[in-house]
């Protein structure tokens, strides 16, 4: 990692200190005051002379001054915590006396519209290596796992920072998220987050780092995981319908899968429907749900599509609903016989 000479920076832990910053523990705020640390993440990047950086949710600035001793050639930092103002401003104040570019957005990461945030310039085909583009984040445990799935979305869209191509991400998860999201075939961690990462991308998790090396010290471990969009999905559906199978597969993953399946068509169709799924897509409905590749799992989405087409109605089914509905007639039902006693 090649060195930028910075004007000296007040250590993490000074600046907690002296901005008399706190971790909110509703927000999930955890801090890495250890800039080898820091540095040890950010390698895991690659190369990023002249990339534009976005890092997701900086705090004070740990990762961010590891961030710009790599000289990218623009960093975007986008942090909903405004306490963090101060610390975030003197960092950019330094970046910008060698002559660099940090942009500081106060804005929620679930909300923003981060296609504006880079250049046209920046745009490369999606068979071509990358742009220069890197998305970077030690993500409160509140965030990790909706803004992934969120993020997936937009990669199978190709929208957002990957309508620039097939921008790398690096991510830290609750290592227990970690592990799900490599987790392959026959693993225990195996879940519909593993199957929806490896459908689109291809997770790699490079190295656990203890929960004793935040301030505060979080109950669990932390993972962190780098992202590279593959060329081609290893599904052809799009996301939401390939979502849904998946999800409502996995919502019985201790049971054979044709039980999560079933959940997908009304009862009085049940079972005919989900047999005829498994039969279409030539798979044995006693297969258990970790042992279903993401091709298995496309092939199933196939079927559903093949009989959504045969029958329209059941797009509408809401296994959820159904149930809520069948309970509160139950309920309405014995308060009727009660009135009556």
Not at 149 to 162: A, T, V, Y
Request: proline content about 6%; aromatic content about 8%.
């Amino acid at each position: 990692m090649s060195n930028l000479r910075l004007p000296p920076l007040l250590s993490i832990k000074d600046v907690l200190k002296i901005y008399r910053l706190k971790a909110i523990k509703h927000l999930s705020q955890n801090f890495i005051l250890d800039k080898n640390l820091s540095d040890k993440i950010v390698k895991r990047v690659g190369n990023l002379a002249e990339c534009h950086v976005l890092e997701v949710g900086p705090g004070p600035g740990g990762l961010t001054q590891s961030i710009l001793t790599c000289q990218p050639r623009k960093l975007t930092v986008i942090e909903k915590d405004t306490r963090f103002k101060p610390s975030l401003e003197m960092l950019a104040d330094a970046f910008a006396s060698v002559n660099g570019e940090m942009e500081i957005i106060f804005d929620d990461i679930m909300k923003i519209n981060m296609s504006n945030i880079f250049s046209e310039n920046e745009i490369k085909a999606w068979t071509d290596k990358g742009p220069k583009i890197r998305l970077i984040g030690n993500l409160p445990f509140n965030v990790s796992t909706p803004l992934i799935i969120k993020w997936l979305h937009r990669i199978s869209e190709k929208s957002g920072p990957w309508a620039f191509g097939r921008t790398r991400m690096l991510l830290t998860f609750q290592k227990e998220v970690a592990e799900r999201l490599i987790a392959e075939p026959m693993d225990i961690q195996r879940c519909r987050l593993s199957v929806m990462a490896q459908a689109w991308t291809r997770p790699i998790l490079h190295f656990i780092i203890p929960g004793s090396a935040f301030i505060p010290q979080p109950k669990v471990d932390v993972g962190v995981v780098s992202f590279v969009p593959l060329i081609v999905p290893r599904t052809r559906h799009e996301f939401k319908i390939f979502e849904k199978v998946t999800r409502h597969i996995f919502s019985f993953r201790q049971k054979y899968s044709i039980r999560g399946i079933e959940t997908l068509f009304p009862l009085e169709h049940r079972t005919e429907l989900a047999n005829m799924m498994f039969k279409l897509s030539d798979l044995n409905p006693e297969i258990r749900p970790v042992q279903l590749t993401v091709e298995d799992i496309d092939k199933l989405t196939s079927a559903y599509k093949y009989l959504l087409e045969k029958h329209p109605d059941i797009e509408f089914y809401e296994y959820r609903t159904s149930r809520r509905i069948v309970s509160l007639s139950y309920a309405k039902n014995i308060e009727v016989i009660e009135c009556t006693d």
